[in-house]
């Protein structure tokens, strides 16, 4: 019987370096595609051992509420942020809200001719397009399966927020993807969203 996370990270604070590895291993590619679609490829890989670093230097200080899958990602959106502002200050821009500002407006991913991508580029550009707590919103929901509680506690609103947050993200999903197709077709944004998490 496979081991839980609880169980594995309990493991890796008694000096468990194996534990702390197959905990890692376990989720190193939904912290991979957290990052992936906001950043280059030499920032993913540094965000995600930023993440991972910062998850083994807290680990004490996590107590089990909520998962430790919640948990990670409250560690990976706070990198992200840190990120984000670190850069903007270096390049001297003032630093976004990110419940309006998007990755493109921030400037983070390269321009591309929308007319010549092919369908999960789209999709990928949409989400892009939308505030960043609004993409980060989606993608845990569609990607990670996060609800509720969980979803509350990585975002950091209440959970009574959540459901107006989600719905607020599909709207702004649904305006984006509408600019950028040209063969006037709507997309379902759960379908698309979760598509493109399952290429990614």
């Not at 807290?58 to 919640?70: D, L």
């Not at 976004?96 to 990928?124: M, N, R, Y």
């Not at 506690?153 to 509408?178: C, I, K, N, S, Y």
Request: charged content about 30%; overall charge negative.
């Amino acid at each position: 019987m496979q081991a839980t996370d609880r169980e594995l990270l309990d493991q890796w604070r008694d000096g468990d370096k194996e534990a702390g590895n197959a905990l890692f291993k376990r989720h190193f590619e939904s912290i991979r595609r957290f990052f992936r679609n906001k950043t280059d490829l030499k920032e993913t890989e540094d965000l995600i051992q930023r993440t991972f670093l910062a998850c083994a230097e807290s680990a004490h200080g996590y107590r089990g509420e909520g998962s430790f899958r919640a948990y990670l990602f409250v560690i990976a959106r706070r990198q992200l942020i840190d990120h984000i502002h670190r850069k903007t200050r270096d390049e001297g821009r003032a630093e976004p809200d990110l419940t309006v500002a998007s990755i493109a407006d921030i400037g983070f991913s390269p321009s591309a001719i929308v007319a010549k991508l092919q369908e999960h580029e789209i999709i990928a550009e949409a989400m892009r397009r939308i505030p960043v707590d609004f993409q980060i919103t989606l993608e845990l929901y569609y990607w990670e399966q996060l609800r509720g509680a969980e979803l509350a506690a990585v975002l950091g609103v209440a959970p009574a927020t959540v459901r107006t947050r989600l719905h607020r993200a599909r709207e702004a999903m649904r305006a984006a993807l509408a600019t950028l197709r040209t063969d006037g077709v709507e997309s379902d944004v759960e379908d698309s969203v979760s598509a493109l998490g399952a290429h990614l």
